[in-house]
């Protein structure tokens, strides 16, 4: 199921950056863009939880160690947006945006290799830098 989910992503992000450029290049700021973005969604996350069986009480009650930790997340996140939308706005194709950002791929694998034990052979190395090096080409 994750593959299909992680096609389903790639659906949806699509959606997501193009609509993005077309909303700036429209003249609508990144802040005000970002702002209702995360408003409208929010009645979504609440949704998904609450048919998930999980209670609002349930939701608001989260040890203050991990509220924490979805603190930085949240302004990880809200840095990651922002730059995001700022390399859209700038570049001439939005696609060249995500071709550097695949980069992320090399990151997050070797970093899941160590804290997640994840499986991480030299095949899938190559793959990593074979995605990365497509990146590059298409960017330039």
């Not at 060249?96 to 997640?116: G, M, P, Q, R, T």
Request: charged content about 10%; aromatic content about 18%; some cysteine.
């Amino acid at each position: 199921m994750w593959v299909l989910f992680s096609f389903i992503t790639s659906l949806c992000i699509t959606i997501l950056i193009l609509s993005y450029k077309y909303l700036m290049s429209k003249g609508i700021a990144i802040p005000i863009i970002l702002f209702w973005f995360f408003l409208f969604g929010l009645p979504f996350y609440i949704f998904d939880a609450t048919r998930q069986n999980y209670s609002i009480a349930k939701i608001f009650n989260l040890d203050i160690k991990y509220l924490l930790i979805i603190f930085v997340l949240a302004f990880v996140g809200f840095i990651s947006n922002t730059l995001h939308l700022k390399a859209i706005a700038l570049a001439p194709n939005p696609g060249y945006c995500d071709a550097i950002i695949v980069s992320k791929i090399f990151f997050i694998s070797i970093i899941s290799f160590f804290i997640f034990n994840s499986d991480l052979s030299i095949k899938k190395i190559i793959g990593c830098c074979l995605c990365i090096i497509g990146g590059i080409i298409v960017s330039i």
